[in-house]
């Protein structure tokens, strides 16, 4: 049993890590093993292909889509979303449940493929997100020293036909944009494929009724400028190139509606807006930097047949020096002859290597150092953590500040916000205990609103900037 718990460690360590860890890091590790061909992931539905266009498929039916995969080599894990719905502010026409979603079918890698007695598939995931979300995630890989050929059925889904219209069967990609993240090949270093391709499908059970135009999907084109916008650009999206093909002589060119995704925090438009502009933010009014994923969906104006196009936008982070200070201490308010232990932090936010000095003051005798830092190293999204001992027998009883200002000391270099480098703590000295002093709400923002803010932005920062470098794939088909 404990060696059962181990394996299952590791493979959810080694399945999960890929897919969030950068492609070039784990690329040092083993190179993977090629396969002949392309590699290919498809949506494909029997007879239909990826184009499951059908009147026949009316409510009640059902119709069943199968996600393969083919050319990929050996691979041990898959980590795939797929989406059935254009937009969360449309009803996709098909349906399904969790039930319905399966691993267990002939021919399938997943499945029931003939495995060695100490191999067997894990299942580590399998969701299924409604209306108006419209996603599937499934997470699976083998548990064992084995792994499997790369060619064949991952997973199969039963779709159950709502209503009258057309949607997209859309494999998301991994963060960042990436494709090759979505399967990961074998032991020892579960590499993601390279070079993988996706080939979507499209549903439509609409007819024309006998009407000229009518049944037709729309065509979503549009293009962006400028084309390498940098942070805290004003990004503009054309979409005068849509049209309906029925109408496209029209003043309107047959659309009546169009809804832009931007693949950031931001919610979507959605209206008769041909021309949109955006800024890409990664949290309330911060710039955003890297890869976004933007998405229009238009609805033509006769039946309201959605179409999208999606295109990878890299808003290019420029050259960003951006130091921040945090401080905290062990306790803020003590009897006179306690020690008070100051811990403070320095974050480079920025996206360049920086030198930078730290001093630590506090009032008393004028300004008394508590600490002082030479000139030190701090990389893109880390930081320098820095810890003082406060000696308080010989202050007198009163409140103190204790202040933390690092310096960027970077050659030719200034700080993009130089507003956070100095940040304050207020200590109090009393001569008794008990009667903790509530401290105000403008020591309390003092105190407490960098370091916070500091702590939360850089977190995130480092997750999102870490694979900013990276080359994007190809657009999705």
């Known amino acids: 049993m404990r060696r059962r718990s181990i394996n299952v460690f590791l493979i959810m360590l080694f399945i999960l890590l890929p897919l969030i860890l950068s492609p070039s890091n784990l690329g040092r590790l083993v190179v993977h093993a090629p396969s002949t061909g392309q590699p290919t992931l498809a949506v494909v539905s029997g007879s239909y292909g990826n184009n499951i266009t059908d009147t026949s498929l009316t409510p009640s039916r059902t119709f069943r889509v ?68 419209d996603t599937i ?31 997209s069967l859309e494999i998301q990609r991994a963060k960042d944009g990436r494709l090759q993240e979505l399967v990961i090949g074998p032991s020892p270093g579960f590499i993601p494929v390279q070079n993988l391709k996706v080939v979507n499908a499209y549903f439509l059970n609409q007819g024309d009724g006998g009407v000229l ?21 004003i990004v503009k999206f054309n979409a005068t190139a849509s049209y309906d093909p029925g109408h ?41 930097s890297g890869w976004f994923e ?62 930078a000095t730290l001093d630590v003051t506090y009032d008393y005798s004028g300004t008394t150092t508590l600490g002082h ?22 202050l007198p009883v009163r409140t103190y500040t204790v202040t933390a200002d690092a310096q960027l000391r970077t050659v030719n270099a200034t700080d993009a916000n130089s507003s956070d480098n100095k940040v304050t703590l207020v200590i109090i000295v009393d001569s008794k205990a008990g009667g903790n002093t509530q401290l105000s709400i403008t020591q309390i923002a003092a105190i407490g609103v960098v370091a916070l803010g500091v702590v939360g932005g850089a977190t995130f920062l480092v997750r999102r900037r870490r694979r900013m470098a990276e080359t994007a794939e190809d657009s999705l088909p």
């Not at 496209?248 to 438009?269: E, T």
């Open 137 to 167: 995630r499934i997470v699976m890989g083998m548990h064992g020293p084995c792994d499997l050929p790369g060619d064949g059925i991952l997973f199969s889904v039963v779709f159950n036909v709502v209503g009258i219209n057309a949607t």
């Open 66 to 133: 199968d996600v393969t995969i083919a050319n990929a080599g050996r691979i041990t894990a898959i980590d795939i979303t797929l989406q059935y719905g254009m937009a969360t502010q449309l009803h996709s026409p098909i349906q399904t449940t969790k039930p319905q979603v399966t691993d267990q079918d002939s021919g399938q890698i997943f499945g029931t493929s003939t495995l060695p007695s100490n191999c067997q598939t894990v299942e580590l995931v399998r969701n299924v997100y409604t209306d108006p979300l």
């Open 294 to 355: 933007v998405r229009l969906v238009v609805l033509d104006s006769d039946d309201g047949i959605p179409a999208k196009q999606t295109q990878l936008i890299f808003i290019d982070p420029g050259i960003k020096h951006d130091l921040a200070t945090g401080i905290n201490a062990d306790k803020t308010q003590v009897i006179q002859g306690d020690t008070i232990r100051v811990t403070v932090t320095v974050y480079n936010v920025g996206n360049r290597n920086e030198n």
């Open 248 to 288: 496209a002589s029209a003043s309107d060119r047959g659309i009546a509606r169009y809804i832009w995704s931007w693949g950031d925090l931001s919610p979507a438009l959605s209206g008769d807006k041909i021309i949109e502009t955006h800024e890409f933010l990664i949290a309330g009014s911060v710039a955003g």
């Open 213 to 233: 135009g009518k049944g037709v999907a729309p065509i979503a084109n549009f293009t962006s400028t400028p084309t390498k916008p940098k942070a805290e650009d």
């Open 373 to 394: 830092e030479p000139l030190f190293l701090v990389t893109p999204q880390h930081h320098q953590a820095f810890n003082y001992t406060l000696q308080t027998g010989n």
